[in-house]
């Protein structure tokens, strides 16, 4: 079977575009997506001649996402592949031209509906608030329209999975993301903390400074991707703005860095705002270490707390800066728990939902 996988943008390696590499991989599949970093997909151990461009868009919104639907919505492959797995939001308009598919939901377009209202107040300038009104409930009605044509549904949470029903009325699958638990290994309990994240507001890194800011003695190491957008550019250079002198920010390492940190580190440390599921804590726990994360979202689905870790309610700097203290006093008690835990998310485990699903 020849599969071709969707995915918006191929520049900023994060999560859900990890999540498109190994399918890819797995699948022996074509990647099909918009733009491409190529040096920063190999660092992260990937192949690239699977990688096709459609051609590249904007690097700042609306006109990144509003330039990568029309592409993907024009796309047409059926002559030349027997299926497809689209595994981006705004990719989902390919669904019109190409069938059989399978969507694969990291989370229903976040900025119009879940976090619609973060966005127009924390985002968008005052002045071009009526005007986001307006884009957002246009693409409101696209998104429901273009999910029509979808065949079916694979999500990666149960926290998704609501999404999914509550915005677009469809019922989905749960298959949690793949992690290569493999990959991770656990080498010592160092002196440094982690966080890995996109450089964005949602993921509330500004808690980390501030508790960090509380804990002089404890290090904080950040490894934080971004794309060359204005809001992006502009959180990353308040986060600098803030950053006490334990907290270091890495914005960009490769693969067997990002492993090494895992490797040595303490534990990690999560405050995304509901996040849609989170594949950081379980490379954590693969890692043998602690995840202290916000009782939110995805989080509740992988973090078991006071066995690998602690979730944290109404979490807050002073709550998180409490919490690494006590978790700090041992991490490696916890190292057993989270190798066991991390191992139900194995990507083995995720490719042979994937394919029953296609198959099905």
Excluded at 254 to 276: I, M, W
Aim: hydrophobic letters at 40%; glycine letters at 6%; charged letters at 30%.
């Amino acid at each position: 079977m020849k599969i071709a996988v969707f995915h918006n943008f191929m520049d900023n390696i994060g999560g859900a575009e990890k999540v498109s590499l190994i399918l890819a991989r797995e699948l022996d599949a074509d990647i099909y997506t918009t733009s491409i970093d190529r040096k920063k997909i190999e660092k992260m151990g990937f192949r690239c001649d699977n990688l096709k461009s459609v051609g590249s868009v904007p690097a700042s919104a609306p006109f990144r996402q509003q330039m990568a639907l029309r592409k993907f919505r024009k796309l047409n492959l059926c002559d030349e592949y027997d299926f497809h797995v689209i595994a981006g939001d705004w990719a989902m308009s390919g669904a019109v031209n190409n069938k059989p598919n399978l969507w694969y939901v990291h989370s229903p377009i976040r900025e119009i509906w879940d976090l619609y209202e973060y966005t127009r107040k924390n985002m968008v300038p005052w002045y071009f608030r009526r005007m986001f009104d307006l884009w957002v409930r246009y693409n409101r009605r696209l998104n429901r329209k273009y999910a029509k044509h979808v065949m079916k549904i694979a999500c990666n949470s149960l926290n998704t999975k609501k999404r999914t029903m509550k915005y677009l009325g469809r019922e989905a699958e749960v298959i949690h993301p793949p992690v290569d638990t493999s990959s991770f290994r656990f080498r010592k309990s160092g002196d440094f903390w982690l966080s890995v994240n996109r450089l964005i507001s949602h993921k509330r890194i500004e808690l980390q400074m501030q508790a960090f800011s509380r804990m002089p003695d404890e290090k904080l190491i950040i490894v934080g991707s971004y794309e060359q957008s204005k809001h992006f550019l502009e959180y990353g250079r308040y986060l600098e703005s803030i950053k006490p002198g334990n907290v270091e920010i890495l914005s960009w390492v490769d693969s067997n860095k990002l492993t090494q940190l895992y490797a040595d580190c303490r534990g990690l440390v999560a405050t995304a705002g509901d996040e849609d599921f989170g594949m950081t804590p379980v490379e954590a726990m693969a890692s043998g270490k602690p995840v202290i994360a916000a009782n939110e979202g995805g989080y509740k689905e992988t973090v078991i707390d006071d066995v690998t870790g602690r979730l944290i309610d109404g979490i807050d700097a002073g709550k998180l800066a409490a919490a690494v203290e006590e978790v700090g006093e041992n991490p490696v008690a916890y190292r057993k728990e989270c190798a066991k835990r991390a191992r139900a998310f194995d990507t083995q485990t995720f490719v042979r939902k994937i394919k029953r699903e296609m198959c099905g």
